[in-house]
């Protein structure tokens, strides 16, 4: 296997990280006076003795900002700095920049704020009631549910609620400004968007974006939590530096962090799904109410996907499904992994269980029956293509001999440990839902050497996109990894990128990186048939450094090509565009085309509960993937454990809890619960084998989210194990839930 871009860095501690920057002697340092109160009113706010303290240079509240004060991204609805209302607790009020954090945090104390506490809401459908929306709903629709859930055999309905959850990401919010010549900013910040955060601080300046330079070179995780969220604080490191001319940092403590980010939506729905005797389900029905938090962020971009994934990786004909984006008192919820996608399938899944008590026809052939196949639409009208649900899930019972398997589980002898366990398909779809956003573009210099740099808009944020663009490189040149380089990631080499995110990182820049190689490759080829060999260009070739004519290597080896073809002034740089081709959605009828193709996969879940006490051990998932050609196998398994073992903390351990009056109770490392190494299972997972993507970069599919949902399963396999049935599902399944729910019940 080829060396990896970052592992043997981030091994011996050599990668570098926005907060791995030197300050320079004259830095500042931002800090952050934050809201200790979710919702009311700024009566006054008074800076002068926290100004007048030692160290301080400077302290901003809204009214400083030389630009807009609005950092909103879909929607204009989100100040920098709070104006006079305070919509969560832990938003912005005023940016305190000293020579020294220490100086910056004691002055925080000296400053005065009067605040009016109003009653907080937090909970989505009080929000809904009282008509605090961040957009009007929406329905997507195909068939007639109403009318065909009359003719049903089997209705089933009932309520499944789905908790916040923290990025956790390991490198916290950072971002680092530097003066430019002539009045310009160089920004390094941690965020998968780093022409969103070049605007944002264009728009927050009242610079134009020409002045402004974003570098990234890789993230310590990010996980959809620096997608929108990474904004704020390069704003603030940019302010510092554009009012007083230094060099500013601004980087977040974790319990900073965790107060004061978006996290993934709760979600709260219902649903009713109708069945015929066989099992087959003809009609589901379901509202979800999202809670979005104090501003859109991304909300409904977020909703969107919600509704595209309702049906999860099955058929339905007739749907009908509302989900509206409600206004709450918590922090501005964002992109997670999955985005909105996850929270739906669980609510299909939740709405399979109920149905197989109503109808006495067991989960698994329920899903097996109804798993969508090619042809059939999804209730955007989209046509599945090349459907592998059904592939995964017969790989899954074969591969893993899994009747004999569910047998001994379901005939273990009752007793204080019990056994469960579930399958959970997986279909998620590859695309940003925002049309727009599905484009990418590389720029690809070689050098005298022969080796060669490589820059897109990708951000590397250890989920190892720079390997896989540089595997892309070598292998459309022919020539060894090694030569290969990514570049950080930079707003003036790639312009107008789209934030690594929607799974399509590699898919986006890797096939543009692929263009960009072609037409280098082919110049190179030209020039050498033409002007050296006196041969048609069809019949050279380059593999392993070195020219092939007609399949015979060359005495030529490639560094000798680049150094000729530029000694005749040949272009050694190229740079190329790449957009999705045959995307398209009306939001009108809301149907259309919105991805470019879906990803397949199951996950089995085994595990062990103690009745007695609640706690349980998630033994084994066993997963089958569609993968298409992998490009990297072990980037690509990395992302599957990765995702899964996420998963399976958003539903079984990660807890977050507010006070009725909005304060979050879990924004600390002690007291919210992430998966550790102890609560890994053992994990097998197998790609689905001969398989091909004509839809994505050298046959592959992406693979970011889709995993996550596996852990999804964990969950129903705890409600088994338990006993817990009804229509009542609410996550996460932690043990403390277990035990009280099996106590109601029993
Ligand atoms: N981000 C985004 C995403 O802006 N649009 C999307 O459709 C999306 N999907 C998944 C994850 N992030
Ligand atoms: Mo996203 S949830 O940043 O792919």
């Avoid at 006054?44 to 926290?50: G, L, M, P």
């Avoid at 055999?153 to 309520?159: L, Q, T, W």
């Avoid at 959970?424 to 050497?449: E, K």
């Avoid at 998963?647 to 990660?654: A, F, L, Q, R, V």
């Amino acid at each position: 296997m080829a060396k990896m871009a970052d592992t043997e860095l981030h091994v011996r501690g050599l990668s570098r990280y926005v907060d791995d920057q030197v300050p320079p002697k004259n830095c500042l340092y931002c800090v952050i006076l934050y809201s200790a109160i979710a919702r009311g009113r700024i009566i006054s706010i008074d800076v002068n003795e926290a100004q007048n303290a030692p160290g301080i240079v400077r302290i901003i509240t809204a009214g400083d900002i030389p630009g807009e004060n609005q950092i909103g991204s879909i929607i204009l609805d989100e100040p920098l700095l709070a104006e006079d209302e305070i919509h969560y607790m832990g938003q912005p009020i005023a940016a305190v920049y000293g020579d020294s954090e220490s100086a910056a945090r004691r002055a925080l104390k000296l400053i005065q704020l009067q605040v009016e506490e109003q009653p907080a809401v937090i909970d989505p459908r009080i929000a809904y009631q009282e008509n605090h929306l961040i957009a009007p709903p929406r329905t997507f629709s195909i068939g007639d549910a109403d009318l065909t859930m009359k003719d049903c055999d089997f209705v089933a309905s009932g309520r499944a609620d789905s908790g916040a959850q923290e990025h956790f990401y390991l490198e916290g919010q950072a971002a680092f400004a530097f003066p430019a010549e002539g009045g310009g900013l160089l920004i390094q910040s941690s965020t998968q968007g780093p022409s969103t955060v070049q605007k944002m601080v264009s728009r927050v300046c009242g610079l134009p974006m020409n002045a402004i330079e974003v570098d990234v070179r890789r993230l310590g995780g990010a996980f959809g939590g620096k997608e929108d969220q990474a904004n704020a604080w390069a704003c603030f490191a940019a302010l510092g530096t554009k009012l007083t001319g230094r060099p500013c940092r601004m980087v977040l403590r974790r319990s900073e962090d965790m107060l004061a980010t978006g996290k993934r939506h709760p979600y709260s729905s219902d649903f009713t799904i109708g069945l015929n005797k066989e099992g087959k389900i003809l009609a589901f029905k379901a509202m979800y109410y999202q809670n979005a938090g104090a501003a859109a962020d991304l909300s409904t971009a977020i909703l969107e996907r919600t509704l595209f994934h309702s049906t999860g990786s099955y058929y339905v004909p007739h749907v009908q499904v509302t989900a509206v984006s409600c206004k709450t008192n918590l922090t501005p919820n964002t992109a997670f992994r999955g985005f909105g996608g996850p929270q739906a399938m669980f609510v299909f899944e939740a709405a399979l269980r109920e149905a197989s008590r109503i109808s006495g026809i067991s989960v698994k052939e329920l899903q097996k029956i109804n798993l969508i196949q090619t042809g059939q639409a999804f209730p955007y009208g989209m046509k599945a293509e090349n459907a592998r649900a059904q592939a995964c899930w017969e790989r899954s019972f074969e591969k893993y001999q899994l009747p004999k398997r569910i047998k001994a589980i379901e005939d273990h002898p009752a007793g204080r440990f019990s056994r469960g366990y579930s399958l959970m398909p997986v279909c998620f779809g590859i695309s940003f839902t925002n049309i727009t956003l599905n484009q990418a573009r590389a720029l690809v210099h070689i050098y005298l050497d022969g080796t060669v740099g490589v820059s897109t808009g990708a951000i590397e944020m250890g989920q190892g996109v720079n390997q896989k663009i540089r595997e892309i490189v070598s292998n459309t040149l022919g020539i060894s990894l090694e030569m290969v380089k990514t570049e950080s990631t930079n707003t003036t080499r790639v312009a107008n990128s789209s934030p690594t995110a929607a799974s399509s990182g590699a898919d986006l820049n890797g096939k543009a990186a692929e263009m960009a190689c072609q037409a280098l490759k082919q110049r190179i080829l030209n020039f050498m048939a033409e002007e050296q060999l006196n041969c048609p260009p069809e019949d050279l070739e380059i593999c392993a450094n070195r020219l092939y004519l007609d399949e015979e290597p060359l005495d030529i080896p490639w560094k000798e090509a680049v150094e000729k073809a530029y000694a005749a002034r040949v272009h050694l740089s190229a740079e190329a565009h790449y957009s999705t081709p045959d995307l398209h959605f009306d939001t009108a009828t809301e149907k259309g085309r919105p991805f470019a193709y879906h990803s397949y996969g199951c996950a089995y879940t085994e595990l062990t509960l103690d009745r007695l006490l609640g706690s349980y051990s998630i033994d084994l998932v066993q997963i089958i993937h569609d993968l298409g050609r992998s490009i990297n196998s072990v980037v690509d398994l990395g992302q599957i454990e990765g995702g899964l073992v996420q998963g399976i903390g958003w539903m079984t351990m990660e807890e977050m809890l507010h006070t009725p009056e909005g304060k979050p109770l879990t924004a600390t490392a002690g007291s919210y619960k992430v998966p550790d190494i102890s609560s890994v299972p053992q994990i097998e997972c197998e790609f689905l084998r001969d398989v091909d993507n004509p839809q994505a970069v050298m046959g592959s599919k992406a693979v970011g989210e889709p995993p996550f949902m596996y852990g999804i399963g964990a969950y129903f396999a705890l409600r088994m194990a338990a006993g817990i049935e009804g229509p009542r599902f609410e996550a996460p399944m932690t043990p403390e839930r277990i035990f009280m729910e099996m106590r109601e019940r029993n």
